[in-house]
């Protein structure tokens, strides 16, 4: 592994003119070790999530000396990357994947028991633990990590790294519920069985209110937007009192509010049936 890390750090710092000789093979090991998720974006450590940088590098090194390539099939004209196919799943990988219209990109992890309902489509880099639900209308993004058991539903964006250019991926841990048509963007941890009411959307700067603990979170450049473990976060708004102008039409803007943390309530609101995984 460390040989891939320095050859990719070295070729991402040389001049990009021309493809050198061993990108090719550097890089192939390189998806492999993605798609079988040996190699992830972002893992966690035990205490914190430690971000590889040098693994947005490598997916970069893809698209600088990839080849465009014709992959149009009968009546369907597709034209991309050489070095970012489609991922071949095979049943062995023990992914379901519901007929129509969903995509895999080489450079992503599906971990046994994930189900896909189309439309749904997994970016390079992205990273789907185990009996992870991932809805129809859903974006994994490029990098992003999603742990165990969580439920994407349907219409869900979750951000990548790749443009515009982020630093560091979407992370969502075990057990989270995340509600139809939520958006999750720029670095942004979920913890642990935390739930996002639909429609909630969390970026670097939306502010969030937590009611119980009478905090306000922010993320800024060292330190992302966390939401706590168990938290319940709802889509809310906030009247914009720095600007007269604002003031004096009564405008909001959009914020996220920590309604409570997960009771009883919440459990039965948020119950995933077993026998559809
Ligand atoms: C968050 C959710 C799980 C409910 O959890 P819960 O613990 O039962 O929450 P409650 O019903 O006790 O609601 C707590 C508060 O949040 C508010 N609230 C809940 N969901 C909200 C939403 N989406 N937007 C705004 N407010 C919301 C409730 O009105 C309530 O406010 P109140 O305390 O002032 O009355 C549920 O609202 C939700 O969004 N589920 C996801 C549905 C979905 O997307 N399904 C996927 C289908 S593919």
């Not at 720029?186 to 996002?196: D, K, Q």
């Not at 959307?201 to 992302?224: H, M």
């Not at 102008?245 to 914020?255: E, M, N, Q, T, W």
Request: hydrophobic share 40%.
């Amino acid at each position: 592994m460390e040989q891939i890390q320095h050859t990719i750090e070295t070729l991402f710092s040389a001049s990009p003119e021309q493809t050198p000789e061993n990108f090719r093979p550097i890089f192939n090991e390189f998806i492999k070790h993605l798609n079988t998720g040996r190699i992830r974006a972002a893992e966690f450590d035990g205490e914190k999530w430690q971000v590889h940088h040098w693994v947005k590098k490598g997916i970069l090194l893809g698209f600088r000396y990839g080849q465009m390539t014709d992959y149009s099939g009968d009546r369907f004209p597709f034209f991309d990357k050489d070095s970012y196919p489609l991922q071949t799943i095979t049943i062995h990988q023990k992914v379901r994947i519901v007929p129509g219209g969903s995509s895999i990109r080489s450079g992503a992890f599906l971990a046994p028991g994930v189900v896909i309902m189309p439309p749904a489509y997994i970016n390079v880099g992205g990273y789907v633990d185990s009996d992870t639900m991932i809805d129809s209308h859903v974006l994994v993004g490029s990098c992003a990590q999603i742990g165990k058991r969580v439920h994407l539903s349907a219409g869900v964006q979750i951000g990548g790294v790749l443009e515009p250019i982020g630093a560091r991926p979407v992370i969502i841990e075990d057990d989270v519920m995340v509600g139809g048509n939520c958006g999750i963007f720029e670095g942004v941890i979920v913890r642990r069985r935390a739930v996002l009411a639909a429609g909630t959307i969390l970026t670097a700067s939306i502010p969030v209110y937590d009611l119980t603990r009478q905090q306000i979170l922010k993320g800024n450049k060292e330190q992302p937007l966390e939401i706590p473990e168990n938290a319940v976060v709802i889509p809310g708004s906030r009247p914009l009192e720095k600007s007269a102008f604002a003031r004096r039409y009564g405008l909001h803007g959009y914020c996220a509010i920590i309604v409570k943390y997960r009771d009883s309530r919440t459990e039965t609101a948020t119950a995933l049936e077993d026998s559809l995984r």
